[in-house]
C-alpha cells in the first residue's frame, strides 16, 4: 500500500532577517509543518468565497480591496497553521502567537515577508517533488 497522507515533518529555518547577534546568539528561527491538502483546500474555499462577496464592485479601487483581503486572509491562515514553534518576541519579549491576527500583523515586514517566502516554498506542490515525503514512522 502506498502512504499519501501528509509528513508530520517539520522542518526548522533559522531567519536571515533576524540573525545570530551578541545580545541573541541564537537568532531567529521559525518551525514549519506543511498543510494537509483538506487544509489547502478549505484555504482556498474561503478565499474564493470572500472574492465571490465582493465581486459585485467592478472599479480598479474595489478589486485592489478584493485582492488585498484575500491575500491578507491566506497569510493569516498559513501562520496560523504551518507555524508550529519559534523563538520570537514582541518588544516586551512576550513570545507572538501567530493564531492571533495582531500578532502577524505587528511583525517587522521584512521578517513576515522572510517567514511566508518560506511557508510558501514549502506549500508549493508544483515546485516540490512530486513524490510525498513519509513521516516519522517511515511509513
Known amino acids: 500500500m502506498a502512504r499519501a497522507t501528509v509528513s508530520k ?3 526548522t529555518k533559522k531567519l536571515t532577517t533576524l ?13 514549519l509543518r506543511r498543510l ?8 482556498d474555499a474561503e478565499a474564493m468565497k470572500m472574492r465571490f462577496a465582493m465581486d459585485g464592485s467592478t472599479t480598479q479601487k474595489g478589486v ?5 483581503l484575500i491575500n491578507e486572509f491566506v497569510t ?3 501562520f496560523a497553521k504551518c507555524i508550529v514553534s519559534h523563538n520570537l ?21 521584512r521578517v513576515g515577508d522572510e517567514i ?20 516519522e514512522t517511515g511509513k
Open 9 to 11: 515533518l517539520t522542518e
Open 19 to 31: 540573525p545570530p547577534t551578541e545580545e541573541d546568539p541564537e537568532g531567529g528561527w521559525v518551525e
Open 36 to 43: 494537509a491538502y483538506g487544509e489547502k483546500l478549505t484555504k
Open 64 to 68: 485592489d480591496a478584493e485582492v488585498s
Open 76 to 78: 493569516l491562515a498559513e
Open 89 to 109: 518576541t514582541n518588544d516586551k519579549d512576550v513570545p507572538l502567537d501567530f493564531k492571533k491576527p495582531a500578532d502577524v500583523r505587528s511583525l517587522d515586514p
Open 116 to 135: 511566508s517566502t518560506l511557508i510558501g516554498e514549502m506549500n508549493d506542490f508544483e515546485r516540490e517533488s512530486k513524490t510525498s515525503l513519509v513521516d
